[in-house]
């Protein structure tokens, strides 16, 4: 899969991940929400196919396929939608079952990853898979309304990555050497001294951990919580509901793993 693709799909899992926190604040149509409510449980159809709706449009060449499982395990009949793509799996809502924490999961058919292994799973349960036709029907009213709001919010993200992200590099190293003409300086009388210092801010307790994709790499944080935001000891803000930074129109650039986040053991 092209770096293209691959920033297209999570793009596309942010968008629905936005729909959910503008249901909360009550920006879109109740019949939407009623679906996406519990997301990413019960929304695998709806992921799925838009995906593969979205990644059509932006590129002819590609051909993507929706795949459709059943499985019994006893008294209930169970499903999953995924999508097939050049060779691989794309799977959105993979966390909605237990044991399967990625928000967005790729791999090779022929990896042996999650999926694969999901997939083994629903074999071993008399499961089937069958390539479904691409269509919206089954899915919440006025859907096509609901791609398209996907679809440009999707589009703006990307768009705002390639206009704000810039290539990321280290900080040039501190110098711990005394500029020359300073080495033989020394604090003579009474105006060298500070006459008063500022009081230190008193800072908020860290009470939390966990890991921020910064620049595109993970990096582990402490933070806190407020009612609508954890913060890090840095001052980034991330929305409770989403994860996304504040402030930031670019998914990847600064993102709170919600999953990640666990409280700090006191080590009395």
């Known amino acids: 899969m092209s770096p ?15 729909a959910v926190g503008e249901c909360a604040n009550g920006e879109l149509p109740v019949y939407w929400c009623d679906w996406l409510k519990y997301f990413p449980r019960g929304c695998c159809e709806l992921a799925s196919q838009t995906l593969v709706r979205y990644l059509m449009e932006h590129d002819n060449n590609l051909f993507p396929s929706v795949i459709g499982m059943q499985w019994d395990d006893g008294p209930k009949r169970h499903g999953h939608v995924i999508v097939a793509l050049d060779g691989g799996y794309i799977d959105l809502t993979l966390d909605q079952f237990d044991g399967y924490d990625d928000r967005i999961v790729v791999e090779p058919i022929e990896s042996g990853g999650k999926i694969a292994a999901f997939i083994r799973k629903v074999r071993s349960q008399g499961g089937t898979l069958t390539t479904r036709k691409l269509t919206f029907a089954g899915l919440p009213a006025e859907s096509e309304k609901l791609y398209t709001w996907l679809k440009k919010r999707a589009d703006s993200l990307l768009a705002a990555a390639k206009k704000n992200v810039k290539p990321c590099s280290l900080p040039s190293p501190l110098s711990m050497e005394i500029p020359e003409e300073y080495r033989d300086w020394s604090p003579v009388g009474s105006s060298t001294k500070a006459s008063h210092a500022p009081e230190k801010k008193r800072r908020s307790k860290m009470t939390h951990e966990g890991t921020i994709t910064e620049c ?53």
Do not use: M
Not at 4 to 18: G, I, M, N
Not at 219 to 229: K, N, P
């Open 4 to 18: 293209e693709t691959r920033a297209r799909v999570e793009a596309f899992r942010t968008a629905l991940e936005l």
């Open 216 to 268: 595109y790499k993970p990096r582990h944080v402490r933070l806190r919580e407020t009612g609508t935001h954890w913060i890090s000891e840095c001052g980034l803000r991330f929305r409770k509901s989403t994860g996304a930074a504040v402030g930031s129109g670019v998914w990847s650039a600064n993102r709170l793993d919600l999953k990640s986040i666990r409280e700090i053991q006191s080590e009395d």
